[in-house]
Structure formats: structure tokens, C-alpha cells
């Protein structure tokens, strides 16, 4: 199972766990905060904005707290003091990473990343050294058991998708990202449920991962700075087997 893939179902489990649905909500209210900050506060003029503002949705974010984080990037509740950091790196088995974060002390959160990726076997490496690795595009994940594939196929493809996958327990449809809002659009439509959908860094080659050992370090990992509150996403490009990722699992 491709790395994105993979992590994508993990992640949309993680978020519909209600005991860190606190932690959810504060990553995304930076993440509201930060698009506000750099577009402005009308979705309507601001796509990053509009983005966010479907994510905290999705994420049953009261709409209050998304109006709040609207207004503190805006500065009309004050000053804000978040900045985006990017961090690269390897994880065991030479996977490539990216962790894309907002932190308001670069200071704090530079050791602290570059200490997880030691704590399971990885290193922290220099600017430029995996991004070139990946390209931003539109992701959505649809349940197998959500929608028949060949209808679903001909209203992604129709849309713009530039791929269509079948991974086992999901369909992966992937797009340009100015194809993202037509594809969404389309699959609202056609009445098919999404298990998510984003807007991401895909990685254009993988590295297959074969060993249980190795796999296991590198989903705690991902865990591991998925659970760090100044941490926005993780990317990844590993490939882990069907049967390797039932060993661990």
C-alpha cells in the first residue's frame, strides 16, 4: 500500500477519535489562522481559506471557534505570531519525509522534530533534500464499499482526475490542484460519500518497505509527529505490502 495512501486512512481514523478531537481542532484553527493571515478573512477570495475552513468542518469544528481563528488571523482579535516551518528528512529504510508545521518558537520546535526522527531511527536533514521527491495535488479517498467503481470512475475522470486507483479497502483519486473543487464538486453531486479529501504533496516515486521492523518504526513516526501540536502534515513515500502491514498491525 502506497505511503500517502496508507497514511491518509490512518490519519482520517486518528481524527474521528473524540479524545483528540481538542488536538485536531487546535491544528486546524492554526491552520485557519495562517491562511487568514497570509489571504484574508472571505473564503470566498481566499481558496487556503476556503480549505480550511471545509476541513474544520469536516471535523465537526463549532462554528464559532472557526469565526474566532477567522478573526485572529485577520488581527482583528490581535497580534498572531505563528509561522510555517518546513522540516525534511529520512525515516528508516530511507524513507522520505516532510512535515510541514506552525509554530509561534522556531527555537522550541526545530530540536523537538529533529529529536523524533531520532528517537525512531531517522534523521533530520538539510532544506531541499526530499521536496523535490513530491508534487502537490488534489486527494480523495472513497470506501470501496461506498460507490461501484466504474461509475465512480467516469464521474472522476469526467471532472479532471488524473488517476484513479483501487488500494484495497479505498479508491485514491488524484488531480491538479486547480481540477481539486470540480472533482469534489462532482463527487458531492454524484452523492458519494469521501473518506478525505485534501489538497497534498504526493510523492512521484516510492520506496518499498519489506521488513515488519522497519515498517513499524516508521508508522510510529508518522504517529509520533502527527501527535506534536505544532505539526500540520506529514509526508511520506513509502510502499508497505498488504502482508507486511498485517504483521504490525
Known amino acids: 500500500m502506497a505511503g500517502h495512501s496508507h497514511w491518509a486512512g490512518i490519519k482520517h481514523k486518528k481524527a474521528a477519535n473524540d479524545a483528540k478531537r481538542g488536538k485536531i481542532w487546535s491544528k486546524i484553527a492554526r491552520m485557519i489562522i495562517m491562511a487568514a493571515k497570509a489571504g484574508g478573512g472571505d473564503p470566498g477570495q481566499n ?5 480550511a475552513i471545509d476541513k474544520a468542518k469536516g471535523a465537526n469544528m463549532p462554528k464559532d471557534t472557526i469565526e474566532k481563528a477567522i478573526k485572529k488571523g485577520t488581527g482583528d482579535l490581535g497580534d498572531v505570531t505563528y509561522v510555517e516551518v518546513l522540516y525534511e528528512g529520512y525515516a528508516p529504510g530511507g524513507v522520505a519525509i516532510m512535515v510541514e508545521g506552525v509554530t509561534d518558537n522556531r527555537n522550541r520546535t526545530a530540536p523537538e522534530i529533529k529529536k523524533l ?3 525512531r531511527g531517522g534523521s533530520l536533514g538539510a532544506s531541499g533534500c526530499v521536496n523535490w521527491m513530491f508534487k502537490k495535488k488534489g486527494l480523495i479517498t472513497v470506501k470501496t464499499d461506498a460507490a461501484e467503481e466504474e461509475a465512480l470512475m467516469d464521474i472522476a475522470l469526467g471532472a479532471g482526475a ?6 484495497g479497502e479505498i479508491y485514491e483519486i488524484t488531480c491538479e490542484p486547480d481540477a481539486y473543487d470540480d472533482l469534489k464538486t462532482a463527487l458531492e453531486e454524484g452523492g458519494i460519500a469521501t473518506e478525505s479529501s485534501e489538497l497534498s504533496m504526493v510523492p512521484e516515486n516510492t ?5 515488519a521492523d522497519v515498517a513499524k518504526k516508521i508508522l510510529n513516526l508518522m504517529e509520533d509527529f502527527e501527535d506534536h501540536d505544532d505539526v500540520q502534515e506529514v509526508y511520506a513515500n513509502f510502499d508497505i505490502p498488504d502482508d507486511i502491514l498485517s504483521q504490525i498491525q
Not at 47 to 51: F, H, N
Not at 162 to 167: P, V
Not at 207 to 211: E, L, P, R, S, T
Open 207 to 211: 520506496v518499498a518497505v519489506d521488513d
Open 117 to 119: 526522527f531520532e528517537k
Open 47 to 51: 481558496l487556503t481559506l476556503r480549505y
Open 162 to 167: 488524473e488517476d484513479f486507483e483501487n488500494i
